[in-house]
């Protein structure tokens, strides 16, 4: 993975020392709370409903060993001993003070780490592919180009202060596994005609209150012109972009109000001022960072394991196996996901002794790196199939194990009013409900995948319009209440759900989901049709009376 | 208020802030609204001449008249207001060298990034100066982007 430069970590140490100076001002009354807030957001703090909440970056959800580590180190020192992983693949901590943070990222720096842009309206930690350089169908690994879009966006003093917050996923084949078609900027790694690698460009996808799929505004733009084409796009969302209303602030409100058409001219006549300037790339820039991201030395000799044996005689490794665990592109390996979503535990919680563990069998078992997911679960990428079953029992010893990823319990929740000002209503007790209901249900398995997005108010955070089964918390007359939403995906079929109907009380949320599977059971035409496949041909009307439909 | 140009306070400004409705001074420096500026360009050639410019207005139109300025004054209404900082580095990519003042919404936390897109002039609102505020210049003092003094990027040096 990427090692800091002397330029990389005098620049963390330096911002730590910055933001010291500033939140040491604040104190002092020396600076007003407006302009701190947004000094401290683009440092990652914001103020949450019970205390201030650090949201940590981990670029492309890559860290080492040792960077997990500090992350536990910090969970147990400055908080009550857990961390949240999120879908921006970075994490927050609940409970730090406002005096502690510069304490805090002074730890992370003695680790290449820091908060930079985790928050404010800037452009924010680059996401990818959590099975990036190991999975078989990518064209080329794409964290070397998160890196890129990472040292060119680390404060960028053109782009710090842009109409809203931006966001930027980059896929490195046909599999979407990092939602890039609901991002600002959606980044996909292909091969034009000539054999040359480059990028088809998405601009304009988001979901908060105004849910839009991304539009292409460039087939191919080719690999060296990257960032001078990001550079563009940055700099006609900068000028033009609304800011009379943060609600129509992002740039899919400018996309849509100019027309895609419209936009592209606007971002390929300055992109033509700057295409062949300083920013272009060179080939040695991207080797270099290339080089950092070299793929393992993978031993030949990892086929010859006791795998099938021990899949035949334990049944529930073999159920955790085909659940959680993925093809890796060399064979006698295997990619294993670590599932943060046990039995009634938030998603994506996970406490600094589970770190300490996840960080100590990465070393074991994964050459020390471990990679967070976009679902807010974990990924030991490069496991020999081998050392499987001596993992699995570690792993569901403490917890980590439970063979839900991809199922209907492997939720994306965002945190809720438990834990958010901004919320509408709770999240995380009607996870819990749904956990409850289903935990014991036979036919669970028989579901196959169904992704399940549930968040507490319309901003989206839980990305409740792309789940196949969106819940969206809403509040009517200080009650919760639930409005659900069939048929969204956010992988290379990307698309919105569609309101089901009139929302449902809290205590009904899972029976509704209940009602819900069975009728897909009842409707799909094979055991292959998945939920997906089956809403989208039946359309949503036989679920509307399943679920409305007076009881007789 | 405080005026730095070039990181140094300055106590003598040059330039008279004329607005739209009052008389033009006889002589001395002139910092125009832009509209004023383009209707009586004509009649001020040979004059000393800035342009006042707020974040709605069309940058090109101030860069196709950059050989005629000495001043491109850029107001940020709001700190969060980051059109600025765009304006500055297309007015030092046409090539204009003359001052690229911030005036408004000006303060410590920004003065850095501000300079690397291009600004070199900063009034300060008297509240929010200090002393050590030139402190600021030099916070972080390594970067990846090229900035208004050196075009190339980190991987170019
Ligand atoms: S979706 Fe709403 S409730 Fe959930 S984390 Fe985001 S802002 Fe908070």
Redesign the interface.
């Known amino acids: 993975m990427y090692q800091y430069t002397e330029v990389d970590q005098k620049l963390v140490d330096e911002r730590v020392a910055q933001y010291r100076d500033q939140t040491r001002r604040f104190l002092a009354g020396e600076l007003p709370d407006e302009e701190f807030r947004a000094l401290r957001l683009m440092n990652g703090l914001y103020i949450q409903r019970l205390a201030p909440m650090l949201r940590v970056a981990i670029p492309y959800g890559l860290m080492s060993s040792r960077q997990l580590r500090k992350l536990a180190h910090i969970a147990r020192t400055y908080d009550k001993g857990y961390g949240h992983f999120t879908t921006r693949t970075n994490i927050q901590y609940n409970w730090p003070t406002l005096e502690s943070v510069p304490d805090i990222l002074a730890e992370l720096a003695e680790v290449q780490m820091h908060a930079i842009q985790t928050s404010g309206n800037c452009i924010r930690n680059t996401t990818t592919d959590p099975y990036a350089g190991v999975n078989a169908n990518e064209l080329e690994d794409p964290r070397p180009y998160c890196e890129i879009i990472r040292q060119w966006s680390t404060l960028n003093p053109e782009f710090a202060y842009l109409p809203r917050k931006f966001k930027i996923a980059v896929t490195g084949g046909p599999d979407d596994r990092a939602a890039s078609q609901v991002h600002d900027i959606g980044l996909h790694l292909v091969k034009n005609d000539a054999g040359e690698i480059g990028f088809e460009v998405l601009v304009g996808g988001g979901l908060g209150r105004t849910p839009v799929i991304g539009k292409q505004i460039s087939p191919f733009v080719a690999k060296h012109d990257l960032l001078t084409y990001l550079e563009a796009i940055l700099r006609v969302y900068n000028l033009h972009g609304r800011r009379d209303n943060k609600y129509k602030a992002r740039i899919k409100i400018l996309v849509g109000a100019l027309g895609v058409d419209k936009f592209r001219e606007m971002v390929e006549q300055e992109w033509a001022q700057i295409r062949d300037s300083e920013l272009k790339l060179t080939d040695a820039e991207i080797e270099r960072i290339k080089g950092h991201f070299t793929p393992f030395d993978y031993d030949a000799g990892a086929v010859d394991n006791d795998l099938d044996a021990k899949l035949a005689a334990d049944e529930d490794f073999r159920t955790w196996y085909e659940r959680n665990t993925v093809n890796h592109k060399v064979a006698g390996y295997r990619i294993v996901v670590v599932s943060l979503k046990p039995y009634l535990k938030p998603a994506g919680d996970i406490s600094d002794g589970q770190m300490d563990l996840v960080a100590d069998l990465a070393d074991r078992y994964s050459g020390g790196e471990i990679r967070a997911t976009h679902d807010q679960n974990l990924v030991l990428a490069d496991v020999k199939q081998g050392d499987l079953y001596a993992l699995w029992q570690v792993l569901a010893d403490n917890n980590l194990a439970r063979p839900n990823i991809g199922t209907l319990t492997d939720m994306i929740v965002c945190p809720g009013f438990d834990y958010c000002s901004l919320a509408n209503a709770r999240t995380l007790n009607i996870a819990d409900q749904i956990n409850e209901k289903f935990e014991q249900v036979d036919y669970l398995h028989d579901i196959g995948n169904i992704r399940v997005n549930m968040s507490g108010c319309i901003n989206a955070c839980g990305h409740h319009h792309v789940g196949h089964i969106g819940i969206l918390g809403v509040d009517k007359k200080g009650e919760d209440w639930y409005q659900l939403t069939l048929g969204g995906s956010s992988e290379a079929d990307a698309s919105l759900g569609k309101v089901l109907g009139k929302a449902v009380p809290a205590d009904e949320v899972a029976n509704t989901l209940e009602k819900l599977l069975l009728t897909y059971i009842e409707l799909r035409d094979s055991e292959q049709e998945s939920f997906l496949e089956t809403v989208r041909r039946v359309g949503l009307d036989p679920f509307k009376e399943s679920v409305y439909a007076p009881a007789h | 208020m405080p005026l730095l140009i070039n990181r140094q306070l300055v106590d003598q400004d040059p330039w008279l802030r004329v607005e739209d409705e009052q008389a033009l001074p006889a002589d001395g420096a002139l910092l125009l609204p832009l509209a004023r500026y383009l209707d009586q360009k004509d009649q001020l050639a040979g004059r000393q001449l800035g342009v006042l410019i707020n ?1 709605d207005d069309d ?1 090109n139109s101030v860069i196709a008249e950059i050989d005629k300025l000495q001043l491109v004054a850029i107001e940020i209404p709001a ?5 600025g ?3 500055a ?1 297309l007015l030092r ?1 046409a090539g204009f060298n003359g001052q690229v003042r911030a005036i408004g919404d000006v ?1 410590r ?2 003065l ?3 300079e ?2 291009g600004f070199d002039a900063y009034d300060i609102p008297d509240d929010r100066f ?1 002393p050590e505020i030139i402190e600021a210049f030099d ?9 208004a003094d050196d ?6 040096r």
């Open positions: 974040g940058i700190f969060t207001d980051g059109r900082f765009s304006f580095r990519r303060s936390d920004r850095e990034f501000m690397r897109c200090k916070e972080i003092s390594v970067d990846y982007q090229g900035a075009p190339r990027p980190l991987f170019r």
